[in-house]
């Protein structure tokens, strides 16, 4: 998939699951969302491929350096210290609940990177008998519109989903009717 596609639907699922533990911040999850969105996609993207000359000029490959499951928790964890160091000194030293929703979103940053790869022509990369393997559950170019426009969509329905659920439990938190 396109960088752009992971963006959003990374953001999209990061602000979902932010909004089930965290109901009291939207907008401040979007933003960190976000950062850890383009921090943790880029450093998967730009380490986990190289380059490769071939007779039609230079292709990007992928490696399994990022492009595995694991890997992918780890790297994206490590694109959201930068994030954790900001907050930290923002809110001071001590833990509260956007760090650990920063936290949760650097963990699930990776995850879903791999997602949305694993419907690319290559897939990823899983471990079978000691070798790296390819596995991919369809076989969509990275450039497909079909593809990338429905993961566009569906990290956008995410968001509004967020949305919808902060907005629930902000006005039921301060509007109780009892029928």
């Given at each position: 998939m396109k960088l752009r596609t992971h963006?959003?639907?990374?953001?999209?699922?990061?602000?979902?699951?932010n909004s089930f533990v965290f109901s009291s911040f939207y907008f401040?999850?979007?933003?960190?969302?976000?950062?850890?969105?383009?921090?943790g996609n880029s450093?998967?993207?730009?380490?986990?491929?190289?380059?490769?000359?071939?007779?039609?000029?230079?292709?990007?490959?992928?490696t399994p350096l990022t492009h595995t499951l694991p890997r992918s928790v780890f790297w994206g964890f490590i694109a959201s210290i930068p994030v954790i160091v900001v907050l930290s000194l923002l809110y001071g030293v001590a833990f509260n609940a956007q760090i650990l929703a920063t936290l949760?979103?650097?963990?699930?940053?990776?995850p879903s990177h791999m997602l949305l790869d694993v419907f690319t022509e290559r897939g990823?990369?899983?471990?079978?008998?000691?070798k790296w393997k390819r596995f991919a559950?369809?076989?969509?170019?990275?450039?497909?519109?079909?593809?990338?426009?429905?993961?566009?969509?569906?990290?956008?329905?995410?968001?509004f989903a967020a949305l919808y659920l902060h907005n629930y439990h902000f006005y039921y938190h301060y509007y109780k009717y009892y029928f």
């Open positions: 963006f959003v639907f990374s953001v999209g699922l990061l602000v979902l699951v401040s999850s979007l933003l960190v969302s976000s950062f850890i969105s383009v921090l450093v998967i993207d730009k380490l986990g491929h190289r380059e490769v000359l071939t007779r039609r000029g230079q292709v990007p490959v992928r949760i979103g650097g963990i699930l940053v990776g990823i990369y899983v471990k079978r008998k000691g559950l369809a076989h969509f170019s990275y450039d497909n519109p079909l593809a990338n426009g429905i993961a566009i969509l569906a990290g956008v329905i995410m968001l």
